[in-house]
């Protein structure tokens, strides 16, 4: 074991670079994994109520059965790319038209912003003034070439319906990987009573009884956090996003469809989602109003305040039974090592590791026969080793070294004290 680990630490690149191309190769049926598990109710609930109908028609159970999952499977699949082609056709070129009607206005809001910053802000310092202006011309030449270079002609191709198919043509990796991805879920749904008992042969041939018991019941429980998690998460940023684009059009503000997808996308990731969309958007309305400005930021208080008490633990509940602390702990953890993808997994991967320490600690404990109630030892000084009482923190043990010495000089000693020896 110490030479496997010092060998993979050696060659760390190495295996990096082994990973990174598994991970490549596996990516069509790691897509497919994804689709199938978010499709996973939509197929159980076909499954339910088609069956009587099926078995009615088909007479071999066995049969009738079969094709019962195969035809749920492709049902819902199916739904699930109507789905996506339906919200790409329609937010797309909307979104598109959006951005391309702000990169229309950008000059003017570039002078608009450098003449706030000349004018009002640096008048009484012109050493600071130029420092500033000649960053602001940099930044602000290098957007308008980036603009023009590379974000208006693929705006352009969105517009005209051509993304798509240029895309797909560009990229055959792309094409691979959705269309293995799919046929990969139908696959999945149509045969995942099959993997689970094949995954539980496996664990109960390779550990004890009671260990493998053990492993099952955690893996249910990781599944009930996720699948919670992730599809709840899914559906409170759509009514999210569909309450922003009503409100945003009662109010008549600017970019509607842009800002009403950015604040859903971005409220799927917890606790940070709500900031990291609303400053931005807050950003390209000030551009337009000041004054509409202040009210999004209004509407967005309200919003999240909505989400956090009421639409949120409505759909979510306590799904991953994480503290405030630690779900900020987790997203900056997980964000930080894969990006995107680990601030919205992060918080149920950690609310999973976190219940497999506690589950270690409690059974330690439990062996031990000491309290595994946290609430216990908050007022703890130290346990008795020899009864196993719990000692709670008095005056004098919080008392300093020092006077405690002092104390113990003053003492009288008792005719059996042998505290001079």
């Known amino acids: 074991m110490s030479i496997l680990c010092f060998f993979t630490f050696y060659k760390l690149d190495t295996i990096k670079e082994i990973l990174g191309q598994l991970s490549s190769i596996l990516r069509p049926f790691t897509f497919g994994f994804v689709v199938a598990y978010l499709l996973l109710p939509i197929f159980n609930t076909l499954v339910r109520k088609t069956n009587p109908w099926f078995s009615r028609v088909i007479r071999n159970p066995k049969k009738a059965k079969s094709f019962n999952k195969l035809f749920c499977s492709l049902i819902s699949v199916t739904f699930f790319l109507l789905i996506v082609v339906a919200l790409l056709s329609m937010v797309l070129p909307q979104l598109a038209e959006s951005v391309m009607g702000l990169l229309e206005k950008l000059p003017e809001y570039l002078n608009r912003t450098e003449e706030w910053l000349t004018v009002h802000l640096f008048s009484n310092n012109p050493i600071l003034e130029g420092n500033v202006q000649q960053l602001y011309a940099s930044v602000s030449s290098s957007l308008m070439e980036w603009a023009n270079t590379q974000l208006v002609p693929q705006l352009l191709e969105v517009m005209r319906g051509n993304f798509v198919g240029s895309f797909v043509s560009n990229t055959i990796s792309f094409l691979k990987t959705v269309l293995v991805g799919f046929i990969s879920a139908v696959y999945m749904l149509n045969s995942k009573d099959t993997f689970s008992a094949q995954g539980k042969k496996l664990i109960y041939s390779m550990f004890h009884t009671d260990t493998a018991n053990v492993i099952l019941e955690n893996i249910r429980f990781v599944h009930k956090v996720f699948g919670g998690f992730i599809t709840g998460k899914l559906l409170d940023s759509l009514i999210i996003g569909l309450i922003t684009f009503f409100a945003m059009s009662i109010l008549q503000m600017p970019y509607v469809l842009l800002i009403s997808v950015i604040i859903g996308v971005t409220n799927i990731i917890p606790f940070f989602g709500p900031f990291i969309g609303a400053i931005p958007s807050t950003l390209l309305i000030i551009l337009v109003s000041p004054l509409q400005g202040v009210y999004f930021v209004i509407f967005i208080l309200i919003l999240q305040q909505f989400d956090g008490n009421i639409l949120g633990p409505k759909i979510l509940g306590d799904s991953t039974g994480l503290a405030s602390f630690w779900v900020m702990f987790a997203i900056l953890l997980f964000g930080g090592m894969f990006g995107f993808a680990g601030m919205v997994v992060g918080v149920p991967l950690f609310a999973v590791i976190y219940s497999a320490v506690s589950g270690l600690v ?36 919080i008392a300093p070294t020092a006077v405690k010495l002092e104390r113990f000089k003053r003492r009288k000693p008792s005719e059996h004290d042998d505290t001079k020896k």
């Open 362 to 397: 409690n059974r330690s404990l439990g062996k031990k026969k000491l309290s595994v109630q946290t609430a216990d030892y908050i007022t703890l000084d130290h346990i008795d080793a020899e009864s196993g009482e719990m000692i709670p923190i008095t005056k004098d043990t």
